[in-house]
């Protein structure tokens, strides 16, 4: 007997699943997405004109090397931190390093929170997390210098690259294995559909303390379902807490309503502590760690494949996305269309999974995401619509191919160390 077993009778996917997926995790990741790409509007580039002196009053104009423009007027409807703190001209390159610090904190908070959560349990690492996830971004609209703001935001990346992969790998163990690639596929089109409600609340809220602050308050209610929410099972298994492990899986049945499933699991108690393990009995009390990714020779060659696959994807998800502001005359338009392209992608991506396996999907999608980015450096700059269709094709692969990974790498390691 094991995990997937003892979920199956009480419930692999019942009601305490799907109010764990609908009703959290979806919610959390829309929560995530519009957090990790504020920059698309809250660093939007705007229009400017140098002014010189009363009556002179150039659009665009930066100044020279030994005489700076004393004085910036945007001509936007709409202000972010390029209009707060003048980065324009010289110091536009600082908004684009903002984002640097954002994906350097993801970079870093993913790995970080892998190895707590495999050590101390998913459930104590992620509840800390969301709610610090919470603070910090309240706190974003209110720093008063560029400094203090892409300081909170590398915190911000931090705290969400750890969180959003514990709560996938929660999510996941509570489900049956047929379940977890319709979940990835969930939780996927949620950041899709998190970029769409950003923009339609930028469009309509165009100061960007104001809309930092207007997207950021609906996560406070997130810290109220702490108590909602239950340890995994394949991690308790894993550390053999056998009788925390029953009492998650007596919670799960009552609210599926397959008391049941319990009780015949309940009336094989002994021979599922001595059964329902993923390493040998004699070794009990071996630790493991991220060194095993790259200890024997079959994981290390995964490791190493599946590090570079989510580097391409993640360079050029978040390249595109990040970029959508730059394509067509529509900021908020353009970011809609971003978000909205994803939609299509994982359904073509479910439907696929289940027809051509994990591998061709995936290389398919990759390779069609990289012919369409690579086809946009040779188009005439005249040809803008032509650029957005090849834009949003490649943002469509790039994405279903990120929602296949996700169920990959998920099924490629075990539990002890995924």
């Not at 419930?11 to 997926?21: A, D, E, I, N, R």
């Not at 930028?202 to 100061?207: H, L, M, Q, S, V």
């Not at 027809?355 to 040809?383: E, I, Q, W, Y």
Request: proline share 3%; net charge positive; aromatic share 14%.
């Amino acid at each position: 007997m094991d995990v997937d077993h003892a979920l199956a009778e009480v419930g692999s996917f019942g009601y305490y699943q799907k109010k764990l997926l609908f009703l959290f995790i979806t919610p959390v990741t829309i929560f995530n997405a519009i957090q990790i790409c504020q920059l698309v509007l809250t660093g939007a580039q705007p229009d400017f004109s140098c002014q010189l002196s009363k009556f002179d009053i150039r659009p665009g104009y930066c100044g020279t090397e030994t005489h700076r423009c004393p004085k910036y007027v945007y001509n936007n409807n709409f202000t972010s931190i390029a209009t707060e703190w003048d980065l324009v001209c010289g110091s536009a390159y600082l908004i684009g390093l903002a984002t640097t610090y954002t994906m350097a904190g993801i970079l870093l908070g993913a790995p970080f929170a892998g190895w707590a959560a495999d050590r101390f349990g998913r459930l104590r690492i992620f509840a800390p997390m969301m709610a610090l996830t919470v603070i910090f971004t309240l706190l974003s609209p209110f720093t008063r210098s560029y400094y203090q703001f892409v300081s909170v935001r590398f915190v911000i990346g931090f705290l969400i690259g750890g969180e959003s992969l514990v709560s996938f790998v929660l999510t996941t163990e509570f489900l049956g294995a047929k379940y977890r690639a319709f979940a990835s596929i969930v939780l996927s089109a949620s950041f899709a559909i998190g970029l769409m409600i950003y923009a339609l609340v930028g469009y309509f809220i165009r100061d960007w303390r104001t809309l930092s602050l207007v997207v950021t308050l609906p996560g406070i209610l997130f810290l109220l379902y702490y108590r909602l929410l239950l340890e995994s099972p394949a991690w308790l298994n894993g550390k053999k807490r056998h009788g925390h492990l029953m009492s998650v899986l007596k919670r799960i049945s009552q609210e599926n309503n397959t008391s049941k499933g319990f009780e015949k699991l309940s009336n094989e108690k002994q021979s599922l502590i001595e059964q329902l393990t993923i390493v040998p009995s004699s070794k009990i009390t071996t630790n493991h760690n991220l060194f095993d990714l790259f200890r024997y020779k079959s994981l290390r060659k995964i490791t190493l494949v599946q590090c570079y696959i989510w580097c391409v994807n993640g360079c050029v998800y978040y390249g595109l996305t990040m970029s959508a502001g730059g394509l067509g005359r529509n900021i908020y338009i353009s970011l809609c269309l971003s978000g909205l392209v994803e939609i299509p992608s994982y359904f073509i991506a479910s439907y696929l999974l289940s027809r051509l396996g994990r591998r061709l999907t995936l290389n398919s999608f990759m390779l069609l995401g990289g012919a369409a980015c690579a086809v946009m450096l040779f188009l005439p700059k005249d040809h803008e619509n032509v650029e957005v269709g090849f834009a949003l094709l490649g943002k469509m692969s790039i994405s279903a191919s990120f929602a296949v990974i996700y169920v990959q790498a998920a099924e490629l390691y075990p539990t002890v160390i995924r």
